[in-house]
């Protein structure tokens, strides 16, 4: 094999498909890249049973071939190169990068070893990437990181028609998003659960995309899921186990509402809650008018703050976890915040302001468990 290829197209396929590398591999050969050269094009692909990259870019092939490299030293190795075209070569057991006057000699890994990847499912439809990404971005944050309890690692994803949600929780919250695409058949029933880690990273990966594909094998949560665009693909296996039933979850009435402007409330948030030792809850107490910010008790350390705020309803008083709010209110991504109580033991909802004229699509939840108060 011998290619020639412009530096930070390399450094940049590389890159993405690197990303995904196992941290501690189960066969030596999955710590691997392979790169296939045909024709006038350079594929770079990843795979460890679970999930699979491939990216596609244009080279100029002098020699079609294969070969497997360590994947983490050929990005760390493309990444430094000088800005000048590069040039892969296949020697034996070794490839040779060239680039301007540097030069690297890595030892090849045993390609005929390497497991083939999996098959890219037929395509279900499509949406723009940015919005994949944003839409992703808002429910991973519920997302459990608990290996123990697979189940609650994952996003579920529901399609019917032309309407996706997606849900994440890790019990002490619950994210939900609804929003729209365009299938390719107009009725369309899925249902899956994606590891969130890798939606996660592939659906930032792809947010600059006009198009992202989405290809969804099967009907129920086995098989595999894929997404492909601007010659990237990425496709990996869905998580078996029962998701929770999180739209009972969900309040349909609220006896206290509170709208709050929400880079203000971020800030108190944030202050207030430095005196807050590890696992000591954040009081708000919402009246007409304004709330209340309070940390601390007793002999320790203490912290309030009042900020402006739109309440109709009942005074309540509740206390969150300040890390779990914030990363609420961060992914509202709304001026302003609106929060729906039922009780001070009950989860709140917070939502865009906007949700307060329609639940129509496009709708964003996060439902935050309090904490006990005490004292």
């Known amino acids: 094999m011998k290619i020639r290829v412009e530096r930070d197209v390399l450094a940049d396929a590389v890159s993405w498909a690197a990303r995904t590398l196992p941290t501690r591999p189960s066969l030596p050969v999955l710590a691997g890249l392979v790169l296939t050269a045909s024709e006038d094009q350079l594929i770079l692909s990843s795979f460890d049973y679970e999930v699979s990259s491939q990216v596609t870019i244009t ?120 929003f729209t695409w365009t299938p390719n058949d107009s009725s369309l029933s899925v249902q899956a659960l994606i590891p969130a880690k890798t939606l996660a990273d592939t659906a930032k990966s792809l947010a600059a995309v006009d198009q992202v594909l989405i290809a969804l094998a099967g009907g129920t949560n086995e098989g595999l899921i894929g997404f492909e665009g601007a010659g990237r693909r990425t496709t990996t296996r869905l998580l078996d186990g029962e998701f929770p039933k999180y739209r009972t979850l969900l309040p349909s009435e609220a006896a206290t509402v509170a709208t709050v402007d929400t880079a203000q409330l971020v800030e108190a948030v944030k202050r207030v809650s430095l005196v807050a030792e590890r696992n000591t809850p954040l009081r708000l107490q919402f009246e007409a008018g304004e709330v209340q910010l309070r940390a601390g008790t007793g002999e320790d350390a203490q912290a309030s703050e009042a900020l402006e705020c739109t309440t109709e309803g009942d005074a309540l008083e509740i206390a969150f976890n300040p890390t779990y709010l914030l990363d609420g209110l961060a992914a509202v991504d709304s001026t302003t915040t609106l929060f729906s109580f039922t009780a001070s033991t009950k989860p709140a909802v917070l939502t865009g302001e906007s949700a307060k004229r329609s639940a129509a699509l496009d709708d964003y939840r996060y439902l935050l468990m309090p904490v006990r108060l005490t004292g």
């Open 59 to 178: 080279a100029d092939v002098q020699a079609p071939g294969t070969m497997l490299v360590s994947g983490r030293l050929l990005a760390d190795i493309t990444r430094s190169l000088p800005a000048a075209p590069v040039q892969i070569v296949n020697e034996g057991t070794r490839a040779v990068i060239t680039c301007g006057r540097s030069s690297f000699t890595l030892p090849t890994l045993p390609v005929e070893e390497y497991p083939n990847l999996p098959d890219m499912p037929a395509s279900s439809g499509h949406i723009a990437g940015n919005s994949l990404a944003a839409a992703v971005g808002q429910v991973a944050v519920a997302a459990g990181r608990d290996d123990t309890l697979p189940t609650l690692t994952g996003i579920r994803l529901e399609i019917e028609g032309s309407s996706i949600v997606l849900a994440a929780t890790d019990r002490y919250r619950l994210a939900v998003r609804e």
